[in-house]
T-cell receptor, first 112, second 117 residues
Framework: SQQGEEDPQALSIQEGENATMNCSYK?????LQWYRQNSGRGLVHLILIRSNEREKHSGRLRVTLDTSKKSSSLLITASRAADTASYFCARGGVQGAQKLVFGQGTRLTINP | DGGITQSPKYLFRKEGQNVTLSCEQN?????MYWYRQDPGQGLRLIYY???????QKGDIAEGYSVSREKKESFPLTVTSAQKNPTAFYLCASSIALRWYGNTGELFFGEGSRLTVL
């Protein structure tokens, strides 16, 4: 499957802890993006990392990309209850196409 | 405010009926996309368009049709040939990047939930 794998499928942690989500893929990519989706809503873009970049930060978010292992991770530090959502990675430029291929997502629950 | 508007938010359809989901954007984006999301699943690409009057099939185009007569609009028709149409449908847009295979950030609408009765 082009979609690759995200793990874990679900993650439940206490407020204030860090949350790490992983994304693996099979084919070469141009960039990798992370999105957030609150229940029943559209997706919101969080961060884009290009294939020639290894790490990127945005506020409490840190994304890493290892193209040799075909994997990426999203770290949310000092989690808050409002971070409860599903998080998706999406691969751009899969097989040269101008489209994004999404993973299955990680459902994150932050317990107060 | 700039953004993407999907309508209707909820739609019920009887078996054998065609329905059309609306997607309008005022972001001046060239590229538009339709994704389908099933419960607890990721997004699967139905159709996408990089320019007016042109569109390409995604991974699950069977039973769906689209048109792109205007830059701002990319309606999706779910036909009676789609065997399992109950799902959450998401429309998105992005700038069309200069380099082939380089996909930028997608902006999503709030989705349309279709239920077949």
């Amino acid at each position: 499957s082009q979609q690759g794998e995200e793990d874990p499928q679900a993650l439940s942690i206490q407020e204030g802890e860090n949350a790490t989500m992983n994304c693996s893929y099979k084919t070469s990519i141009n960039n990798l993006q992370w999105y957030r989706q609150n229940s029943g809503r559209g997706l919101v873009h969080l961060i884009l990392i290009r294939s020639n970049e290894r790490e990127k930060h945005s506020g409490r978010l840190r994304v890493t990309l290892d193209t040799s292992k075909k994997s990426s991770s999203l770290l949310i530090t000092a989690s808050r209850a409002a971070d409860t959502a599903s998080y998706f990675c999406a691969r751009g430029g899969v097989q040269g196409a101008q489209k994004l291929v999404f993973g299955q997502g990680t459902r994150l629950t932050i317990n107060p | 405010d700039g953004g993407i508007t999907q309508s209707p938010k909820y739609l019920f359809r009887k078996e054998g009926q065609n329905v059309t989901l609306s997607c309008e954007q005022n972001l001046n984006h060239d590229a538009m996309y339709w994704y389908r999301q099933d419960p607890g699943q990721g997004l699967r690409l139905i159709y996408y368009s990089q320019i007016v009057n042109d569109f390409q099939k995604g991974d699950i185009a069977e039973g769906y049709s689209v048109s792109r007569e205007k830059k701002e609009s990319f309606p999706l028709t779910v036909t009676s040939a789609q065997k399992n149409p109950t799902a959450f449908y998401l429309c998105a847009s992005s700038i069309a990047l200069r380099w082939y295979g380089n996909t930028g950030e997608l902006f999503f609408g709030e989705g349309s939930r279709l239920t077949v009765l």
